[in-house]
């Protein structure tokens, strides 16, 4: 019995870790490639964060999609689209963190 119990617990902390996981890779990857969107020759920061959150909604759900920024920053004087995104940890049952999770992507802007 005791075992068992350790054995549901250990299984649940798994599924907890990958779920975070999934959760996290899918974040960066709409968050890189809003980023690539919004920096290309006619687009804006804004056209990116458009982006992403549509890509969130269709790869997850919609309250990982409401906090999504986009801005133009500048690093060693090269101007980059930085997509923001802010989004619930997926819990399992009562066990796991509690809080939100903030990923960025980078792309550099096109010009002419």
């Given at each position: 019995m005791l075992v068992g119990g350790l054995v549901v617990v250990?299984?649940?902390?798994v599924l907890q870790l990958a779920l975070v996981q999934h959760?996290?890779?899918?974040c960066i990857?709409?968050?890189?490639?809003?980023?690539?969107y919004g920096a290309h020759v006619g687009r804006d920061a804004g056209d990116?964060?458009?982006r992403t959150a549509t890509l969130l909604r269709a790869s997850l759900s919609e309250p990982y999609a409401r906090d999504v920024t986009a801005?133009?920053?500048?690093?060693?004087?090269?101007?980059?689209?930085?997509v923001t995104v802010r989004a619930p940890l997926p819990l399992v049952g009562l066990l796991g963190p509690?809080?939100?999770l903030e990923v960025a992507g980078h792309a550099p802007v096109e010009g002419p």
């Open positions: 250990l299984f649940m902390s959760v996290r890779n899918t990857d709409a968050a890189a490639e809003g980023a690539r990116g964060a458009a801005g133009v920053v500048e690093v060693d004087g090269l101007p980059l689209v930085r509690a809080g939100t």
